[in-house]
């Protein structure tokens, strides 16, 4: 029983491994044929690639000379350099409307004008508010003026020089009225008759002797009057009376007698010395002594303070007074803020123009009635004399672009013509999308030509050049210790001539990823390099790419000579069609490509020592480096490994195939076969953009 059980079993698991066998073999011979087809054109590839590569043979590349050139490049939609939407911002009706679609308009141009009596109105009644409030604040400085002047007769002061006399006020006494008196003791006249033969003589400002018996003394005086009316003496002689103002040199009291002689003539009689009439202070003001400067005998001169009063009646006058010019002023600023907007809302009754420009859009015409919103928009003036769009640069090539920078500018409704552009901002923020930071950058094209607003356009931004310049792929050039360094192994003996290539117009000029083994069209030859077709504009994976990229162009000797198709070439492009149609858009080498049948019959001196040299590079591309010094046209350096295995990986298959085969097949199931499936067909962009060589 035991071996019949065991013979079942065994029976069993043999039909059943048959029965697995038949399906499994099916899905294992599809699963095999898909890996060594994808094999198979990935090591065809990269045969093909080693083949093809920038001068790159058994791991060497040859010093070949051309022109490089590195460029940005992207595509967006113009719009003008300065648009209007023109909103209402009161409701009416239009009245006006002189322009139409399409017009061209200066800045202050009327566009609408509505319909404005309430407007008017409201005016003339703000203007009459304003003249009310002027009067009103005329009338209340006035009251403020009378005030000020009462207060400030409350400060009594002397109206003459002199001595105080008939002061009787005490402090808190309530004066009124007279303060006191001053009297001018120093001014002394005499009034003396002269004879009337004489007086004639005498005139007023001669110096005049006083003789004073009384005290024996003589002193000096002025004439300072001379009388018209004559008198007759008690002896019947006839004199006129002169005055004469004594000097202050001694003080002597009224009424003492003094002769007087001016020129000789002395006078007929005596006079009799007078003092100045007294000066009464007087207060205008009632009011309580707050403050008392002098006393009764004191000499004060004019202008002296003599007392201080207070009424506290008139301060809280002069506060009120101040307190209502305040207000009357700003009832006045009130009311003429209100005229100023009541015009400027008169003002809104009037829609103008403000740019030079053109009208693209007009909604609203004369008999509408506007709801006066916002939102609203009448019409749309655009000043067209320039345009701009926007492009992005990523965080790598943002450092090179510089404002004013020039930019050519292509239109694809515009076919044929080229525009001129420059940088006219360049963001400091951007934007992070899947690791990599995006800056907006706006061009500016001054002479739009026939661009409308809303055409799609292409630009490029050559950010670096060098003409007729010596190059090297990336994979020849090591960077060890902040500095370049290449292992010259030979040179090409047979190597053809170096020539000077165009600077002006890039003909011949190939951009990486062309195929080459076409002849340039008299169109294409006449491009320069900002006009050349970017990287960026070519397709992957069926696709177009939204964001700008970095492009390098470089143009050869060989690439500037005219060639005809042959039967390789064509070969050749069947074969890199059936390579696009099958997923792949590897890089081809611009020059090199149409070159392979020159470079297999160069012969090539191998020197018997290696020699590392340090080199000074100049422009560097994501395929080429300039080399400025260091090497010579023709020699042979060997290719870094560390590049090309870090670049290729795997087998080296140009980056696998366009981003499918990252790793190769050295990668295993995770890295190999397509970077896992996950990789699919998709895109590479560094390796696929740098072809044969990578950083």
């Keep these: 029983m035991k071996k019949a059980a065991e013979k079942i079993e065994k029976e069993k698991k043999a039909r059943k491994k048959i029965k697995l066998g038949k399906k499994g073999k099916a899905v294992l011979c599809i699963f095999l044929a898909v890996v060594v087809a994808i094999a198979g054109f990935g090591i065809y590839k990269w045969k093909k ?7 790159t043979d058994n791991g060497t590349s040859i010093v070949q000379s051309g022109n490089l050139t590195n460029s940005i490049s992207g595509s967006g939609s113009v719009e003008p350099i300065d648009q209007r939407d023109i909103v209402p911002v009161v409701k009416g009706k239009i009245i006006e409307a002189p322009f139409a679609e399409g017009d061209e308009v200066k800045k202050g141009d009327i566009l609408y004008r509505f319909e404005m009596t309430a407007a008017t109105n409201a005016i003339e009644s703000a ?16 009251s403020l003026s009378k005030v000020q002047e009462n207060i400030e007769k409350l400060t009594v002061t002397a109206t003459a020089s002199g001595k105080i006399d008939n002061l009787n006020l005490l402090l808190g006494e309530e004066a009124n009225g007279v303060i006191c008196t ?19 003589e005498i005139q007023i400002g001669d110096r005049a002797s006083v003789a004073v018996d009384k005290y024996m003394i003589n002193t000096s005086g002025t004439v300072t009057r001379k009388y018209s009316t004559s008198q007759t003496l008690s002896n019947g002689a006839v004199v006129y009376n002169v005055e004469i103002l004594l000097d202050d040199t001694y003080v002597l009291e009224e009424g003492v007698s003094v002769t007087a002689t001016v020129d000789g003539i002395t006078s007929a009689s005596y006079g009799s010395i007078k003092y100045a009439d007294p000066v009464t ?9 707050k403050k008392l400067n002098f006393k009764n005998g004191d000499w004060v001169e004019k202008g002296d303070v003599i007392a201080v009063l207070e009424n506290r009646d008139l301060s809280d006058e002069l506060r009120n007074a101040q307190q209502g010019v305040k207000e009357a002023q700003m009832n006045l600023k009130e009311a003429e803020n209100t005229l100023e907007d009541r015009k400027e809302e008169a003002s809104e009754y009037v829609l103008e123009s403000p740019i030079d420009g053109v009208i693209l859009t007009k909604d609203y015409e004369v008999g509408d009635t506007i709801s006066g919103q916002t939102s609203t928009v009448m019409m749309v003036v655009a000043d067209m004399s320039k345009m701009k769009f926007t492009i992005s640069a990523d965080e790598l090539d943002i450092s090179k672009i510089k404002m004013g920078q020039s930019v050519s500018v292509t239109a694809d409704a515009l076919t044929g013509q080229r525009l001129s552009g420059k940088i006219t901002a360049i963001s400091k923020l951007g934007e992070s999308s899947n690791g990599v930071t995006n800056y907006p950058i706006e061009v500016t094209i001054d002479e739009p030509g026939d661009l409308m607003p809303g055409m799609n356009v292409n630009a490029n931004i050559i950010v670096e050049q060098a003409f007729n310049t010596l190059y090297l792929p990336v994979e020849a050039v090591e960077y060890y210790g902040g500095k370049y360094y290449v292992t010259i192994v030979g040179e090409v003996t047979n190597m053809p001539e170096r020539r000077e290539m165009p600077t002006g117009n890039f003909r011949g000029q190939m951009q990486l990823g062309e195929n080459t083994d076409k002849t340039p069209s008299d169109e294409d030859s006449e491009k320069t390099p900002s006009q050349m077709p970017d990287r960026g504009q070519m397709p992957e994976g069926g696709q177009m790419r939204e964001k700008p990229q970095s492009s390098q162009t470089i143009e050869t000797e060989e690439s500037s000579e005219e060639k005809t198709d042959t039967k390789e070439t064509a070969q050749k492009k069947s074969d890199d069609e059936k390579a696009e149609k099958s997923g792949s858009n590897s890089l081809k080498e611009g020059a090199q490509r149409s070159s392979q049948k020159q470079q297999e019959e160069l012969q090539i001196k191998k020197y018997k020592e290696e020699k590392r040299v340090e080199v000074e590079v100049g422009v560097i591309t994501d395929t080429y480096y300039e080399i400025k010094s260091g090497v010579e046209y023709g020699q042979v350096v ?19 195939m366009n981003g499918g085969m990252p790793g190769g097949m050295g990668g295993g199931m995770s890295g190999g076969m397509g970077g896992g499936m996950s990789g699919g067909m998709g895109q590479n962009r560094n390796s696929d953009n740098r072809g044969a060589g990578g950083r």
Excluded: D, W
Excluded at 130 to 142: C, D, G
């Design 49 to 55: 690639a080693k083949k093809t590569a920038s001068n």
């Design 127 to 142: 203007a009459n508010n304003v003249e009310k409030a002027q009067t009103n604040l005329s009338n209340k400085q006035n």
């Design 182 to 200: 001053v009297t001018n003791y120093k001014e002394q006249t005499v009034t003396l008759p002269f004879n009337s033969a004489k007086v004639g």
């Design 281 to 289: 202070i007087n207060a205008s003001e009632k009011g309580e002594v």
């Design 638 to 656: 060997k290719n870094t490994t560390q590049v090309s295995s870090s670049s290729r990986g795997g087998f080296g298959m140009m980056g696998g």
